[in-house]
């Protein structure tokens, strides 16, 4: 392990920021990134000298190799840690598109999905809940699986933990449907004051446990279950379907829609984690629709 090795993983140790995942692929991450500066010939003394050119060097390496936009994304991401570690933010530009990285958010298709029937049944009463979880407040697995009702219900809303959440993110999402009150008496009464994850088990093992039940039970997408509840929202703050589900895009939408459209996006954008517009296209379908088409 050479110098920037050693000092990048004291920084990633020394860090409490994320969950336990976030953490281990956060120091995965810059550990490969160490290793890809030394093979590009890059011999930093310490992690506090990282400057522009290596930046540069690293983007070229990646779109060399063929890596996908979303891939480099998250390698900057890592990037961007490090560098506001050691206050050196300012060595990398504002956004992404300054370095020639496309957009990763592009609609690729409806992936909305929802469980139910034997599907939902065949799994455990815990996994299910972890389940519907995800569908009535667009939670990821490991936040749903970490979901305590005593920490996290306030009344009107359930206030995510940092420490589930990916990029330790703090987050509300409201309760506006009897259904999801319902879920969440469903889980306080099975669950107590606990989490999802059984006692006697950590959450990787009860995760994995998971990953290998749904598979079984055919149930090959869960992120599609946030995809659900976002358009289900959609159409609960629009009054219409979203892009997505066959909706109408914004040239076909009056001066007023196209305001609850903006709207829409953004609170449906906060609530999932992301607070940026143009993620919610990967979820609702484009605002615009394609060049070229109807």
Known sequence: MDALAFDLKSITLAAGEGSYLTRAQRHRG????ARELRGLGFK?????????????????????????????????????????????????????????IPDRHSFKGN????TVGQQLTA???????????????????????????SQADTGDAIALQASWCKGGRYREVPITHPRQRALLEEARALCGDG???PE????????KEMEHATWRAGIRNMHGHRHWYAQWRYQ?????????????TYER??????????????????ELGHNRLQITDTYLGSRFAPKGGA
């Open 123 to 149: 799994l455990p009463d815990r996994m299910q809940l972890a389940i519907r979880l995800q569908m009535a407040f667009g939670l990821r697995l490991e936040e749903s699986l970490k979901f305590r009702v």
């Open 236 to 248: 609960t703050l629009t009054g219409r379907p979203a892009p997505a589900a066959g909706g109408p």
């Open 44 to 100: 930093l003394p310490a992690a506090s000298s990282l400057k522009p050119k290596h930046i540069e060097a690293l983007v070229a390496h990646w779109k060399t190799a063929g890596l996908s936009a979303g891939t480099i994304k998250n390698r900057m991401g890592w990037v961007r840690f490090w560098a506001g570690k050691v206050r050196k933010a300012g060595v990398l530009p504002r956004d992404n598109d300054s370095l020639g």
């Open 253 to 270: 939408l009056s001066r007023a829609e196209r305001a609850a459209d903006y709207r829409a996006r953004m609170t449906i954008s906060r």
């Open 111 to 114: 992936r909305a999905r929802i």
């Open 195 to 197: 989490s999802l994850v």
């Open 200 to 207: 006697g088990k950590t959450f990787i093992e009860f995760r």
């Open 30 to 33: 810059l550990q490969l990134i």
